[in-house]
């Protein structure tokens, strides 16, 4: 039976999933792919499938944070899917993170709401290693510029006190700020499939966030366009090594 939100079926689904917020950049990863189709797009969720040097790919798009992510990976893993790689944007809390770069998830600071729906706030959100190596490797060969480290994950870019939690997020060494890793990876290790998490960063430490994201949205920011689509090659990368393997 078909997912009553992704509206996909098994036979839609791959084992690697490629998780990207916006629908759009689903259309950006298609061109990556050697051939592809549509297969549903309902909401903000927007679901393709195709081959990437021979493997198999579905790509859905989740929307903008933690709910719609754990709605579309609930769904996702009842269909068969086993791997998968966020290919979302963040905004950088160090100040040697550049616009475009890229950041490799290890493990995030839980803010989102909606993993503390499934277990208590001292269960770690943190990536699968076997999926982690393979983008650091990927990134490498690929010799495109990254970090690695602790993220962070929140509820809400209007908050009253975003500015001292920012403060707190910098003195605690987190790299970036986004809305749904943490809440992909404490689902993932509760479900017994394999997460992984790279953010194209979009808006400079002590930027402005408003002109930051719009500007990325508008595609015309030339290192955060290119920083896209140097994460969607090194997600697919590193899906063909653990294809590999």
């Not at 905004?91 to 550049?98: D, K, N, W």
């Not at 616009?99 to 989102?112: P, Y």
């Amino acid at each position: 039976m078909k997912q009553p939100h992704i509206l996909c079926s098994e036979e839609d689904v791959s084992p690697y999933v490629l998780m990207p917020g916006d629908p759009m950049r689903v259309l950006r990863v298609a061109q990556f792919l050697d051939k592809w189709e549509e297969i549903a797009f309902n909401r903000e969720y927007r679901s393709i499938k195709g081959f990437y040097k021979g493997v198999p790919i579905t790509v859905v798009s989740t929307g903008i944070g933690g709910p719609s992510m754990v709605i579309a990976l609930e769904e996702l893993i009842a269909c068969g899917a086993e791997f998968f790689i966020r290919i979302g944007s963040c905004g950088a809390s160090q100040p040697e993170i550049a616009i475009g770069d890229l950041v490799v998830s290890t493990a995030a600071v839980r803010e989102d709401g909606a993993s503390a729906m499934y277990v208590e706030k001292n269960y770690p959100a943190v990536a699968d290693f076997t999926l982690l190596t393979s983008l650091v490797e990927s990134c490498r060969n690929l010799q495109y510029k990254f970090h690695m480290g602790i993220t962070r994950s929140h509820d809400s870019f209007y908050i009253d006190d975003e500015s001292e939690r920012m403060k707190k997020t910098y003195k605690n060494k987190v790299l970036a700020s986004d809305m749904e890793t943490a809440t992909l990876y404490t689902l993932a290790s509760l479900r017994g499939v394999k997460a992984a998490s790279i953010l194209n960063n979009v808006v400079l430490f002590r930027g402005e966030l408003k002109d930051g994201i719009s500007t990325y949205v508008d595609e015309s920011e030339d290192s955060a366009s290119e920083g896209e689509k140097r994460e969607i090659l090194t997600a697919l990368e590193a899906f063909v090594k653990i294809a590999k393997k």
